[in-house]
């Protein structure tokens, strides 16, 4: 069974100071691992897609990579309008049905991030 | 262009009754994905149709359905409901084929 494990549960920093998140991931093969911010009481906004190994991807403040057991999401200087929870989500190889590259997101449960001014 | 767009915002049902929640996809997209997101249980998958036709289901029993009509959109109808359905339901779209999912703003059902 596809598992997709996110830490911290939650992580408070001060503005300006840089850290990462963790999303580790178990699938048969990953056809690609999304990250996503959600607010409180909103639907999850896409950040990336890493579809291989060594991949990264940058907008702002963050950047994914990809390891081919793990993902980090970095985030640099971050800022309170930073605060939100993360989330990682992945798609596997396995979904022979579907005749095309349409595959359900398995999610982890999530990074709260709280940024302080 | 509009995004994922779902209706009601809220609903407010009491145990045994039945809801009915609706997504509208982006425009072009043909793949519609319902998602459950319960406190503290993350993002669960609930239903994928494509095409008009149910591709895939996630853990959940019968009394959870829906359907997509062909203009794409797509219904989730919840029976028999109980407390514990009470959750935000996200809908997504997406090409095709793409992989990415872009979510809707969600409908929070509060069962009482």
């Known amino acids: 069974e596809d598992q997709v494990t996110q830490s911290p549960e939650a992580l408070r920093l001060q503005e300006g100071e840089s850290s990462s998140l963790n999303c580790s991931y178990t699938?048969?093969?990953?056809?690609?691992l999304f990250w996503y911010r959600q607010d409180p009481g909103k639907g999850p906004e896409f950040l990336f897609t890493l579809y291989s190994a060594g991949e990264e991807k940058e907008k702002e403040r963050l950047k994914a990579t990809l390891t081919k057991k793990e993902s980090f999401l970095h985030i640099t200087a971050p800022k309170p309008e930073d605060s939100a929870t993360y989330l990682c989500?992945?798609?596997?190889?396995?979904?022979?049905?579907?005749?095309?590259?349409?595959?359900?997101?398995?999610f982890g449960k999530g990074t709260l991030l709280t940024v302080n001014p | 262009e509009a995004g994922v767009t779902q209706s009601p915002t809220h609903l407010i049902k009491t145990r045994g009754q039945q809801a009915t929640l609706r997504c509208s996809p982006i425009s072009g997209h043909t793949s519609v994905y319902w998602y459950q997101q319960a406190l503290g249980l993350g993002l669960q998958f609930l239903l994928w149709y494509d095409e008009g036709e149910e591709r895939n289901r996630g853990n959940f029993p019968p009394r959870f359905s829906g359907r997509q009509f062909p203009n794409y959109s797509s219904e989730l109808n919840v029976n028999a409901l109980e407390l514990e359905d009470s959750a935000l339901y996200l809908c997504?779209?997406?090409?095709?084929?793409?992989?990415?999912?872009?979510f809707g703003p969600g409908t929070r059902l509060t069962v009482l």
């Open positions: 989500a992945v798609v596997p190889l396995t979904d022979l049905n579907s005749g095309g590259s349409n595959y359900k997101l398995t």
């Open positions: 699938v048969s093969g990953l056809r690609g």
């Open positions: 997504a779209s997406s090409f095709r084929a793409g992989v990415v999912g872009f």
